[in-house]
Structures are given as structure tokens and as C-alpha cells.
């Protein structure tokens, strides 16, 4: 989507369609998954020892949870601590889903309290680590004690139940304890990743209608401060939010603003209050938690998760698909501003009574290998990462592995984008000894836990597929029309049932609820995913057919970024398409057209790059930013995005990043095939 009118008339000749090679690093990807055959089953002990044992114990259950789900997940559902049972398991009017309907229940209770009673009370449910080196470790009993302190906190503050909260903290144990207090009291809690700029806070706090944030004074990352409460001041600057209170971790303890009757100090405010907050009893279908993520047009939508459907999908996926104990030392990468972060390190953990470790900042710092001295130190048996961070490691080097006994992994985890082949076997050979079975977890935003993974004990895997879907997941590859395409087809991915952790809508908009997700086959959840089914029945993921990019594993929206690029004042016009990136599987490219009068430069396309993360934050910041005379548009005024990611992919023509390009005339030769 443009998001300015060109100056220039589109091509009027028609010609013959431009010649090009195929899209390079993705075509190959797509290729070595094509052919990819090597079959890895788990290992007779891994099963042995599993919850699910065997492809006839997964098939069985599969079977119930599609034909009778409220048999099957009625049964699942009373692992859940409620205060008051639920009548129904589930009604549903499509798009809206509500699951144990009359059932209450609080997320933190399940998290926490239920676990005092026995002998897990004392154990590790925390494991924390600084990017500096600090360590802290919270038992069961510590964190509850730390969680019901914040909530009376919250409450003091007079934050109610229905309420926003806006969380903008580094990964300290405080961001789990803040999300644990907002649930405690059925406060809704909005979670904005530290990577994001003043300006994405502010659209986030004003499209929640967010009262307080809770925010620190800095965050660590490779060695330098972050500087979170500067941001936050920024974003509330003029007033013209409704937030009253700002609540401050000293984290970093580097000087900043405090402004009087906003912004209390954390440690200063426990000082006020006990330890003694019941938790308050909530509908099943009350909101837990909205957050913003990117989709195709517009601004990030707030994607609002309820309480019971998503905890037990939490709960149950990590029961099943990482097999979770107690004897586990569970470790999630992801930070606690991304949907992994909220389901895979604080909630399903948690509920599950396992132990969650958490690390502040990045994977190499001090040095390449922090994360094996980590794995090592902790004595980590599961471990779940992107595979960016894996083609990352790669790269850096099997050295810094050998340094370290990674002995105590029993399983690997990937999620975030598809993985390829090379990266899989990597982490299968090197980081697991060949020993661990890897799950590969499709899911989204939206559907709030696993959708798509093997079950370790069961499934045989290949390099590079999701395999089969979750129990309750009904999916199927379909063409335009909703037809299914055939093995090896290429279709897009759908969910024909309704799921316990499913979005429940995007707050404040039904209309784009229902025009998002629904709208496109009827009936049916849209994922916005290509994908194709092997003659095994195996799942793989092609990646977005939208105009979402997934960058590193971060989802960004072209148009965000469009939307960020013409916000400064030298750029008339700007398209942003996505280009295969060996390391980050895509990189981002943006077209510009300058106003009338300005001089292309590599001092402006430097400038714009930083404009662009000063705007969203640093997770967009442009790989490449390219002047073009004009854009290339179909006769019917829309622009050729398909020419524009060839060009960006290097595959038409390659041209310095200063040079103005002048598109057009490419686009007169291809534009007869476009309209
Ligand atoms: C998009 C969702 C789910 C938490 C992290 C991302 C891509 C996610 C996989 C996977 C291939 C994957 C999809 C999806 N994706 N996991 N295992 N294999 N692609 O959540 O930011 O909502 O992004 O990430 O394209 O639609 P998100």
C-alpha cells in the first residue's frame, strides 16, 4: 500500500513481461524443503518417559479433541484451579468464542497459589540472570509474595479490574511480577516491547486507553543502557493521554525525570503496603491481556486475550509439547514484550508449577557464547529460541559451543519463522548431540499458544516442518476458493475450528476483528500464512502472503513502516517490501520518492533509516533505502509490489543505493501483466 499519490502517471505501453530468475534465497529454502526427506524419530528413552509416548497416543487424542472437543478439553480444563466450575465448555458464534462459559477463575492463583500447598512452594519458579551478570532465583512462595505486594500497589493506585496497565519494562523478574499483579486484580495488562520507540508507547497507551505504566528507568542491552523512562516521558509529553501514574523500577540507576504527581518509585511504594491481596474470581471470558501486533494495513492492532481458554492452552501445550516437570529447568529466549514471552515464559510455565528461567540481554554479550555458559551454569534441559538466533549462532562459530557442556538438554525448541533445513540440523547435531528431539511451534499473536508442532515423544520430524496440528486445531491448506489443495500444493493455511486460546477480537474494532481473521472463507480463521502438506501429512510453513514482514522473527507491517517513511518531511511517496535475508530471514527495503526540490543522498538515506527507528523503534530500521523517480503502479493506480520485491531481491536490476532509479521504465515492461 502507498500511502502518498505519485507524481507521475503510470506506464501507458504495454510490453513483454521483464524476464527474472526466481526469488533467490527463498526459492532455495522453499526448494531444500521440497526435497528434504531425512526423518528424525525420538529416541525409545525420550518416549519412554514422555506424556505422549507414541503416534497412535497422539492420533487417539487428536481424534477426540477434534470429534468431541468438550469431552476432551472439559477433561483438560479441570487441571485449571477454578473458583467456580464452568456449565458449558464451549459456545460458539463465529467469530466469537466463548469457552467454559459460568466458569471463574484467576490466572495468578493458577500460577501461583495453588502451588503453596506442597512441596514446589519452595522451589525455583524465577530463575533470573542480568545482562551484567546479576543472578536472583524466586520461589513459588517468593513470588507470590512479591506479586500480591504489587497488586495492593496497583490498587493503591487505584487501578480496578477492566483497567489498562501498560508494562515497558527490560526482562526482569518485575515484568512477570507486574503482569501477575494486573491479572491478580483483573486489571488488563498491555505489555510494549523495550525495543519500541516513545511514539509506538503512545500509540499503544492512547488505543488502550491505558491509566498507569509501569516502566524502569533503564535496561541493559549489549553493554549500554536502554533508556525506558525517557521513552515513556516522551511518549506521555502534552499530557493528552490518560494516564495518571507512572510506576518506576530502578533498574539501571542512572538519573532521570521524575514528574511530580505522575511518576512513584516501585521500591518506595511497597514500602506502603502488605503482602495480603486475594485474588479476585474472573469470568472465563474476562480480558487478561491486549497486545499490539503488525498486520497488513493500518496501525498495530491490539489483539485482546480472555482468561480461562488461554491459560489452559498454556498449561496444556506445555504439559504435551514440551513435556514439562518438575524436575525441568525450562528456558525461553523470547523477551516478555512478544506473545512467547507472556504464553511460553511466564504463564503455561507457571501454571504448570515448572521452573522458567529468564535473561535480560543479548546472546553475545560479553561474548558469543553467553548463551551455553547460561545453559551450562543453570543446568537448562529444555531451551526454546528463534531460528534467527540459531543461523546467528552458526555463524559465530562452533567454538563457542565446545567451550561448554550442554549435557543437561533434553529437548530444543524453535518458534518464529520457518527454519531451515541447514539451521535445523545444526541445532539438532550441535546444540542437542543428536539426542533431543527439536519441536517447531507454528503459532501467532493471535492464537495464543502452539497451533501447529510435533509432540516430542511421538512425532517423527523433518528438517524444517511444523508436522501436525495441536489437539482442538483443525487446519487445512486451501486455495482462493476454500477448496483444498492437493500434497505438495501450495494453499493458505486455515482453522476451521474455534480454539481455546484464540484472540477473542482486536480491541476497540470489531469491524476489523471480523474483517481480519473471518472474512476472507467463511467460517474459517485466516492465518495469513502460505503452507503445503507432504504426503506424510506434515505441515510446512511457507511464510506471510500478506504484506507482513517477519524480520528476525519480530512482525512488522509494510505499512507501518510506509507510514513512518513519508512522516518526514523530504519524502513524497515511499513503498516497503521485505528481501530474503540469510541471517534475519528478511530484511527490509524501502522505496522512496523525494519531494519536489530535494537532492537524493546517502547523508537522506542514512537520515531516513534513523527517522524510521525513532519512529517505531529499532526492530524497523531499514536495511536498505532506495530512491526511485517514481513508483511502479498498475494502470489502476496500485503499486507493483511483486516488481518491487524482484528489484529488492537484487533479481532485476542492482543498482547503488544512492542512484535514483528509475523504475518506471521496468515497470513499463511488466506492467501489461499486472493489472
Ligand atoms: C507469524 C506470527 C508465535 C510467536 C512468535 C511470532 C511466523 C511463527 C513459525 C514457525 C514458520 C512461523 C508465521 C506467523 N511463524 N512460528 N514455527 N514456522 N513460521 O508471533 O509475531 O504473531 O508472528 O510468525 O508467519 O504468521 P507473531
Same mark, same amino acid.
Given at each position: 500500500m502507498s500511502q502518498k499519490k505519485a507524481a507521475k502517471p503510470a506506464a501507458k505501453k504495454p510490453a513483454p513481461a521483464l524476464k527474472t530468475a526466481k526469488t533467490k534465497v527463498a526459492a532455495s529454502s522453499t526448494k531444500s524443503h521440497m526435497t528434504e526427506n531425512r526423518v528424525f524419530k525420538p529416541s525409545a528413552e525420550f518416549s519412554k518417559n514422555a506424556r505422549i509416548s507414541s503416534m497412535a497416543q497422539y492420533k487417539r487424542m487428536y481424534e477426540e479433541s477434534i470429534k468431541q472437543p468438550d469431552k476432551f478439553f472439559g477433561r483438560e480444563a479441570k487441571e485449571l484451579q477454578w473458583t467456580k466450575p464452568f456449565s458449558k465448555v464451549l459456545d460458539w458464534k463465529c467469530p466469537n468464542a466463548k469457552w467454559f462459559t459460568g466458569g471463574k477463575l484467576n490466572v495468578s492463583e493458577n500460577c501461583l497459589d495453588r502451588h503453596l500447598?506442597?512441596? *514446589?512452594?519452595?522451589?525455583?519458579a524465577l530463575i533470573w540472570e542480568g545482562e551484567p551478570g546479576e543472578k536472583r532465583v524466586l520461589t513459588y512462595q517468593q513470588l507470590h509474595r512479591e506479586v500480591c505486594r504489587f497488586a495492593n500497589v496497583l490498587k493503591r493506585h487505584k487501578?480496578?479490574?477492566g483497567d489498562r496497565v501498560v508494562i515497558y519494562l527490560p526482562m526482569i523478574p518485575e515484568a512477570a511480577i507486574a503482569m501477575l499483579a494486573c491479572a491478580r486484580i483483573g486489571a488488563i495488562h498491555n505489555v510494549v516491547f523495550g525495543g519500541f520507540s516513545a511514539e509506538s508507547i503512545k500509540d499503544r497507551v492512547v488505543d488502550s486507553g491505558a491509566t498507569l505504566v509501569i516502566t524502569a528507568d533503564g535496561g541493559y542491552r549489549r553493554g549500554s543502557v536502554v533508556p525506558l523512562k525517557k521513552n515513556v516521558d516522551d511518549a506521555l509529553k502534552?499530557?493528552?493521554?490518560?494516564?495518571k501514574t507512572v510506576i518506576v523500577y530502578r533498574r539501571t540507576c542512572q538519573d532521570v525525570h521524575i514528574e511530580e504527581g505522575r511518576d512513584v518509585w516501585w521500591h518506595r511504594e511497597?514500602?506502603?503496603?502488605?503482602a495480603h491481596c486475594p485474588a479476585v474470581a474472573m469470568d472465563?471470558?474476562?480480558?487478561?491481556f491486549i497486545l499490539y501486533t503488525s498486520g497488513s494495513t493500518g496501525k498495530p492492532k491490539g489483539i485482546l486475550h480472555t482468561t480461562g481458554g488461554y491459560l489452559l492452552h498454556a498449561q496444556m501445550t506445555c504439559k504435551y509439547?514440551?513435556? !514439562?516437570?518438575?524436575?525441568d529447568v525450562y528456558w525461553c529466549t523470547?523477551?516478555?514484550?512478544w506473545v512467547t514471552g507472556h504464553s511460553?515464559?511466564?504463564?503455561g510455565p507457571l501454571a504448570l508449577g515448572a521452573t522458567s528461567l529468564m535473561y535480560e540481554g543479548a546472546?553475545?554479550?560479553?561474548?558469543?557464547d553467553r548463551f551455553w555458559r547460561i545453559i551450562e551454569e543453570y543446568a537448562v534441559t529444555i531451551f526454546y529460541t528463534a531460528p534467527t538466533a540459531i543461523r546467528a549462532f552458526m555463524k559465530w562459530g562452533d567454538e563457542w559451543l565446545k567451550?561448554?557442556?550442554?549435557?543437561?538438554?533434553r529437548l530444543l525448541g524453535t518458534v518464529g519463522e520457518p527454519i531451515n533445513p541447514e539451521a535445523w540440523m545444526w541445532y539438532h547435531n550441535?546444540?542437542?548431540?543428536?539426542?533431543c528431539p527439536i519441536v517447531d511451534t507454528w503459532w501467532q499473536t493471535e492464537t495464543g499458544g502452539h497451533m501447529?508442532?510435533?509432540?516430542?515423544?511421538?512425532t517423527p520430524t523433518k528438517p524444517g516442518t511444523a508436522t501436525l496440528p495441536f489437539f482442538g486445531v483443525d487446519t487445512a491448506i486451501v486455495d482462493d476458493l476454500g477448496k483444498e489443495v492437493g500434497t505438495d500444493e501450495q494453499g493458505k493455511l486455515v482453522i476451521r475450528k474455534p480454539w481455546?486460546? !484464540?484472540? *477473542?477480537?482486536i480491541w476497540g474494532d470489531k469491524k476489523r476483528y471480523q474483517d481480519t481473521?473471518?472474512?476472507?472463507?467463511?467460517g474459517w480463521y485466516f492465518a495469513g500464512d502460505g503452507a503445503r502438506r507432504d504426503k506424510d501429512g506434515n505441515i510446512w510453513i511457507i511464510g506471510r502472503?500478506? &504484506?507482513?514482514l517477519n524480520v528476525a522473527g519480530h512482525r512488522l507491517g509494510t505499512a507501518e513502516v510506509e507510514s513512518a517513511l513519508v512522516s518526514?518531511?523530504?519524502?513524497?511517496e515511499a513503498a516497503v517490501v521485505g528481501r530474503p535475508d540469510e541471517m534475519k530471514g528478511q530484511g527490509i527495503v524501502c522505496f522512496v520518492t523525494v519531494k519536489e526540490g530535494i537532492q537524493t543522498s546517502r547523508d537522506l538515506s542514512d537520515e531516513l533509516k534513523k527517522h524510521v527507528r525513532k519512529v517505531?523503534?529499532?526492530?524497523?530500521?531499514? &536495511?536498505e533505502v532506495r530512491f526511485a523517480a517514481a513508483l511502479p503502479k498498475t494502470r489502476?493506480?496500485?503499486? !507493483?509490489r511483486r516488481l518491487l520485491k524482484q528489484i529488492a531481491a537484487g533479481e532485476i536490476i542492482k543498482g547503488d543505493t544512492t542512484t535514483l532509479e528509475d523504475i518506471n521504465v521496468i515497470a513499463q515492461l511488466v506492467s501489461s501483466g499486472e493489472d
Open positions: 500447598n506442597g512441596p *514446589r512452594k519452595t522451589k525455583a487501578v480496578k479490574k502534552g499530557n493528552d493521554t490518560t494516564v511497597l514500602e506502603y503496603v502488605d472465563s471470558e474476562a480480558a487478561l509439547v514440551f513435556d !514439562m516437570n518438575d524436575q523470547a523477551d516478555v514484550g511460553y515464559m511466564v504463564y546472546p553475545n554479550w560479553p561474548e558469543n567451550k561448554h557442556d550442554l549435557s543437561s538438554l550441535k546444540v542437542g548431540g543428536g539426542k501447529i508442532t510435533p509432540i516430542p515423544g511421538a481455546p486460546s !484464540m484472540l *477473542r477480537g481473521y473471518w472474512s476472507e472463507f467463511k502472503i500478506d &504484506d507482513v518526514h518531511p523530504s519524502v513524497a517505531i523503534g529499532p526492530v524497523a530500521t531499514p &536495511d489502476s493506480g496500485k503499486i !507493483m
